[in-house]
């Protein structure tokens, strides 16, 4: 047999073993105006990493990321192969500037929507009588937030026409309102709104719906790898076995999301 034949089918085999061996990496970011530790993060996806690795034929390791400046970076970078972002403009940049591509939203967030609250004796009617005055809000480069400048933008012609008080978390923010730190503040926390409304308060407005918590894949999946993510992720909630997976996520499952309409919603957020 010709030596350079061996030589080549030696390192093809040798490509295949690395390839085999290398561990893709999941980045899961859960937000950072939410209280959740790392090690929690990375239990509730085991089941899926585990699966996913079986499909791709590759190990798939869970890697939680919190801090966002992080998470840009390791987006700019092309580092994770697939990540699940809790903010839509960190998942659009990277789809617009990285190459990624959108596989998913979760269920039960495709319509995120930031509420601004007020006192039940506020005079306040419309988000117009806002000029000029202080707004309380989530952390600056939350989603919240986000969606909080442009929904401010459009009512007052620009989201500089208020002054902002952030802060670190989006159970935080009735408290500025209660205490008349800011004549209103936003959330979209769910549970945050429900609270706030159980005890009378009532919601100002409220922003367009954003779909957040994106599953977004790297340029280093192919086309077909993609693909197969896709449909594991989107029948997850059609068996039995798929949904007690979920139930450590907390989550519903995931649907399709067209990626066009993605980077619209980037746009009007200002991206």
């Known amino acids: 047999m010709d030596k350079k034949l061996v030589r080549w089918g030696v390192g093809v085999m040798l490509a ?14 859960e937000g950072v105006t939410y209280r959740v530790t790392n090690e929690e993060i990375a239990a509730r996806y085991a089941a899926i990493a585990t699966d996913l690795g079986k499909l791709l034929r590759q190990p798939v390791t869970i890697e939680p990321v919190g801090p966002y400046p992080l998470l840009r970076k390791g987006l700019a970078a092309k580092s ?7 903010p839509a403009h960190l998942s659009i940049q990277a789809i617009k500037s990285s190459g990624y591509k959108l596989v998913a939203v979760t269920k039960g967030y495709e319509a995120y929507t930031a509420n601004f609250l007020i006192n039940p004796d506020s005079p306040l009617k419309s988000l117009t009588e806002l000029k000029d005055k202080k ?20 009512a007052l012609g ?17 408290f500025m309102v209660e205490n008349k730190f800011t004549p209103t503040a936003a959330t979209a926390a769910g549970a945050v709104i429900k609270g706030w409304q159980a005890k009378g308060g009532k919601v100002l407005a409220k922003s367009r719906p954003v779909p957040i918590k994106h599953i977004i894949a790297s340029p280093s999946l192919t086309p077909e790898q993609v693909e197969k993510v896709r449909d594991y992720l989107v029948n997850l909630d059609t068996t039995e076995e798929g949904k007690k997976k979920l139930e450590t996520t907390k989550y519903k499952g995931f649907a399709t999301y067209d990626e066009q309409q993605m980077l619209a919603i980037g746009t009007w957020l200002g991206l």
């Open 16 to 29: 295949m073993v690395a390839s085999a061996g290398h561990a893709l990496v999941f980045a899961i970011n």
């Open 135 to 154: 707004i309380g809000a989530p952390d600056e480069d939350s989603i919240t937030s986000w969606m909080v400048r442009a929904t401010l933008r459009d």
């Open 80 to 86: 994770y192969d697939l990540a699940m972002v809790h």
């Open 158 to 174: 620009g989201a500089d026409k208020v002054s902002y008080i952030y802060t670190r978390y989006q159970d935080a923010v009735p």
